[in-house]
Every structure is written in structure tokens, then in C-alpha cells.
């Protein structure tokens, strides 16, 4: 489409379909990335008040960190596998509802790990992983719906916003997630209220999304489907 022509009502609309996608999926990739760097950083917090100092410290704290990637990642990777085939099952609009409540959950079932054990502990590193599954159920439908929110003309422009409002949000998580630790100080069940904010936010968003139709009611893992 020339960029100097005026958008259709038909472009109008589609741009403000695919609104409440980017707003959620902004929020969402900011939570997952800001709960990830905190948990990471209240373990390094636990390892540096042992006492260790120098090289051991150092060693210690880049083990926690890749702790924290490790077990976002694997969940991410294990549950990919099915992930496309239940976003054809249902509703990718529902899907993608259904998604950023249960981040919603998460968030909460976070903050509220962290309210009773401010040093963070193994329930954080579990909602760290439920995210990583989370994220995996999502990623399928938010690609996914794109040709049914946009004509096709407008495609290439539409991967572009979510591509682009993606990296924003995890520069902003990464950027983020040690100042809101800091501003929370030995409260750090506060940075996970602003997270709830942020994931309902992303809720609210994604009911803007239009419904959409399933893409097939059978078939998905085996090669003939």
C-alpha cells in the first residue's frame, strides 16, 4: 500500500483491530522479561548475602541467572510443540483472552510468593516456568491471527508493529525490572503489583480483540494433517 494514500475504512478498522493485539502482547513480553531479570536478581541478592566475594561470587551469580533463563526456556520449548495445534483448535482470539488471564494469575500467584518470602525462593522460579508455558500458548495465536485481523496487503506492516512493539517491551522489562526491585527495596511483592497492573492491562486490551473463527477442528501433530 503507498504510504501517501489514506488509509480505507476497511485499513481504519483493521488497524484498530490489531490495537488491542500489540497492547497485549506489549504488556505480556514486559512481564515475562521483568519477572525473569527479578528473579534472577533476588537470587543473586540471596547468593551475595552468604558472603561470598570475587570470582565465587561472580560464578555464583551467573548460575542463578542462567537458573532463571533455563527454566523460562524449557517450558517454552517443551510446550511449542503443541502449542500451534491448540491455537487451530479454538478461537485464536479466545486463545489469546484465555492467555493473558491466566498471566493475570501468574503474576498474582507471584506477588503473592513474594509477599510471604521477600528473598524470592522456589515458588517465584515456578510462576517463572508457568510463564515460559504461558508464553508458548500465546505465540502461535498472536502470529496466527494476523492474516484474519488484516487484509493482506497490510501483512507485511502488521508483523512489523508486533515485531517492533516485541523488542520494545523486552528492552523495557530487562531495563525495568532492577528499578522497580529497587523502589520496592525489601518489599518486592510491590514491583509484582505493578506487573498485575500491567498483565490485566494486557487483558483489557486483548477483549478488544474481534472473534475469529477456529482454523480446523481435528488433526495437528502427525505428519498427514
Known sequence: MNPSLPESPADSASTRALRGLLVAQFFGAFNDNAWKLMVALLAIKQVSATGLSGSALEVASQTQTTQAFVIFTLPLMVVSIFAGV????????????????????????????????????????????????????????????????????????????????????IIGG???????????????????????IFSGAGLWASLGIPPVPQARQDGGLDRKS
Not at 180 to 196: E, K, Q, S
Request: net charge neutral; hydrophobic share 50%; aromatic share 10%.
Open 174 to 196: 530487562t531495563a525495568l525490572a532492577g528499578p522497580l526491585l529497587d523502589l520496592a527495596d525489601h518489599r518486592p511483592w510491590i514491583a509484582g503489583v505493578a506487573l498485575i
Open 86 to 169: 491448540f491455537s487451530d483448535r479454538f478461537s485464536k482470539r479466545n486463545v489469546i483472552v484465555i492467555m493473558k488471564a491466566l498471566e493475570v494469575l501468574l503474576m498474582t500467584a507471584g506477588t503473592a510468593a513474594l509477599f510471604y518470602n521477600p528473598e524470592g525462593g522456589i515458588l517465584p522460579l515456578i510462576v517463572l516456568a508457568g510463564m515460559g508455558a504461558q508464553s508458548a500458548l500465546f505465540s502461535p495465536s498472536k502470529y496466527g491471527i494476523l492474516p484474519e485481523l488484516l487484509p493482506h496487503h497490510r501483512l507485511s506492516w502488521g508483523n512489523g508493529q508486533l515485531e517492533l512493539w516485541t523488542f520494545a517491551a
